[in-house]
């Protein structure tokens, strides 16, 4: 198994308010904190662009195939998602 493998991968969603709209994003790194920084400083996904986002949720993985998995399921479940942006808006 190479390094990278070895390394700890995280699943992430983060939340924003953008003209009066709620929105997520869900996504995995091996670094949350850079990862963040880089959405939040207009480097990161396109879609992701203009906007200020929070870190609602994070997830750890041993691999990066774990992580990825998770992240295909998490964006296909949009009552968890709305959980998290209902905790954002009321704390």
């Known amino acids: 198994m190479s390094d990278a493998q070895?390394?700890?991968c995280f699943v992430y969603v983060l939340g924003c308010v953008h003209k009066g709209?709620?929105?997520t994003y869900v996504g995995?790194?091996?670094?949350?904190e850079r990862?963040?920084?880089q959405h939040n400083s207009g480097t990161g996904a396109?879609?992701?662009?203009?906007r200020t986002w929070?870190?609602?949720?994070?997830?750890?993985?041993?691999?990066?195939?774990e992580a990825m998995s998770r992240e295909?399921?998490?964006k296909r479940d949009r009552a968890f998602r709305k959980r998290l942006?209902?905790?954002?808006?009321s704390g």
């Open 6 to 8: 070895r390394d700890p």
């Open 21 to 23: 709209r709620t929105t």
């Open 28 to 32: 995995w790194t091996n670094d949350v």
């Open 35 to 37: 990862r963040l920084a």
């Open 46 to 50: 396109r879609s992701t662009r203009g």
């Open 54 to 65: 929070a870190l609602l949720h994070v997830e750890t993985f041993a691999t990066r195939n």
């Open 72 to 74: 295909w399921h998490l």
């Open 85 to 89: 942006t209902q905790k954002m808006a």
